[in-house]
């Protein structure tokens, strides 16, 4: 029983969160999950999810979580902003983007605040990240604020523009990988005047 034990908590240290099928792979059955909750050397954070107690104490902690649960999500929108550095807000929620047909998740860890993307919308612009061991998937900067134009009406101009202002104003990256989101996101001329203004 220890050998199995020992090795789910290599896994969990490894991975930082894990979940049931995660365990196949290395040849551990599923109820170790049970029995390592119940001597408290794992904790559920979720249906399906598990992790070392006090393990990843991290401010993105939650949206790897999301991510995780959603693997076929990207965190979006607010929570991208947030994650860059690019918003003085701190969303209540996770805003993820899922693809148009995607069944919408169910996630009792968090709030969650869906976006639905088109095929190539949700796969431009995809960063991935590792907190805690666990992978994040985020929009980059650029794609975040040419996402805030498309989504304006959801999370306001203003939140918009000052994205747009902050992308500008700290150099998260190329003017011309704003251009080449606002394309794919169809708002370039939405967001050409606030650009010319702000440069």
């Avoid at 029995?35 to 559920?44: D, F, N, Q, S, V």
């Avoid at 994650?83 to 996630?107: C, D």
């Avoid at 990988?177 to 203004?197: F, G, H, N, S, W």
Wanted: glycine share 8%.
């Amino acid at each position: 029983m220890t050998g199995h034990l020992d090795k789910l908590i290599n896994l969990a240290e490894t991975k930082g969160l894990i979940r049931p099928r995660d365990l196949t792979d290395h040849g551990i059955p599923r109820q170790y999950l049970k029995i390592a909750c119940e001597r408290g050397i794992l904790e559920r954070l979720d249906r399906g999810l598990y992790t070392l107690p006090g393990a990843m104490q991290s401010e993105h902690r939650s949206l790897a979580e999301v991510c995780k649960l959603v693997p076929h999500g990207v965190i979006c929108l607010l929570s991208a902003l947030q994650y860059h550095g690019m918003t003085t807000q701190n969303p209540f929620e996770v805003w993820l983007a899922i693809g148009e047909s995607k069944e919408m998740p169910r996630v009792s860890l968090v709030r969650l605040r869906v976006a639905r993307f088109s095929v190539e919308s949700l796969r431009g612009g995809v960063e991935v990240h590792e907190v805690g061991g666990a992978e994040l998937r985020v929009f980059s900067p650029a794609k975040t604020v040419a996402d805030c134009f498309k989504y304006r009406n959801k999370i306001g101009v203003d939140v918009a523009v000052g994205a747009l202002r902050d992308y500008l104003r700290q150099r998260k990256g190329p003017i011309d990988d704003l251009t080449k989101y606002a394309q794919i996101c169809r708002v370039e001329r939405i967001m050409e005047p606030y650009l010319e203004a702000l440069l």
